[in-house]
């Protein structure tokens, strides 16, 4: 088969599965799916190693593979797609952008946190360039991913650096210190800092998240504070406060009527006096 004639009959068949992939209506296999195009590779290489045809042959495959929940497997077909599509000089800003967050989001869900790291900072590096279509938000929290990644590749020192510096950001991009945005970034330094070793750090971020809840009125954002500081408490030694915390929760949740949560606070409550008792 000529070259000629062997790209239209990859387009062909490629832009039929492309367009079921990406039509929000469409419903397919995945399994069938993702062998239709293993089948589509040979064509695919036999237009060249690095032709674009490959490229969007891998990157689709990528991205069927990440909607199965397959990302050990689809990973790898990502990248080579992306380095492709980079020594072409293809892409556009906003290309560059997705694609990268893709990858990132992809590598954390197969825990290669330094890959993920990677793309994910590359993704927040083109997001603030000129071409770029994402809000401040979005922003925002492809950085809160960075700092997730970060923490869970076990470098704390850097994720809590990185955390401080975004909290700064997002309370000037949201302009308040009472939005309701702010819980899972102030709690993922409390975090940073517990692994660190600095339990009083890890409390003064705690303190800020229990403020934040009650600003808000927000019975999860509190109940679960309290937790944390009960948690940390006892794990410091001290029990009368991890007693008072707990003590509070047990109140708050009776307060809110809802059983579930009572039955829960009285359970973790009970635990502690059970330690209390076998450390005795």
Request: charged share 25%.
């Amino acid at each position: 088969m000529a070259f000629t004639d062997s790209a239209q009959e990859f387009a062909r068949r490629f832009n039929q599965l492309l367009d079921t992939v990406y039509d929000a209506d469409a419903m397919f296999s995945g399994t069938a799916m993702s062998a239709d195009l293993a089948a589509l590779r040979p064509l695919a290489e036999g237009l060249g190693a690095e032709s674009p045809e490959l490229a969007q042959l891998l990157w689709l495959q990528f991205v069927v593979y990440s909607k199965r929940q397959m990302d050990d497997e689809g990973l790898p077909l990502g990248l080579r797609a992306l380095a492709i599509r980079s020594a072409l000089g293809d892409l556009t800003t906003a290309d560059r952008c997705q694609k990268h967050y893709a990858i990132g989001e992809s590598a954390l869900q197969s825990e290669e946190y330094d890959t993920a790291i990677e793309h994910l900072r590359q993704s927040a590096h083109w997001a603030d360039q000129e071409g770029a279509t994402l809000s401040a938000d979005q922003k925002l929290g492809i950085r809160e991913e960075i700092g997730y990644a970060l923490h869970e590749a076990g470098r704390f020192a850097e994720a809590l650096a990185h955390n401080q510096q975004l909290l700064t950001d997002a309370r000037q991009v949201f302009g308040s210190d009472t939005d309701l945005r702010l819980s899972g970034l102030i709690n993922n330094l409390a975090q940073n800092a517990y692994e660190l070793g600095e339990h009083a750090q890890s409390h003064s971020y705690l303190q800020q998240r229990l403020a934040l809840g009650q600003a808000l009125q927000d019975d999860g954002i509190v109940l679960d504070t309290l937790f944390q500081q009960g948690v940390l408490a006892h794990e410091t030694g001290d029990d009368a406060l991890a007693r008072s915390l707990l003590t509070q929760r047990v109140a708050i949740a009776r307060a809110s009527g809802d059983e579930n949560l009572l039955e829960e606070a009285q359970a973790t409550l009970a635990e502690l006096s059970e330690r209390e008792q076998q450390s005795k």
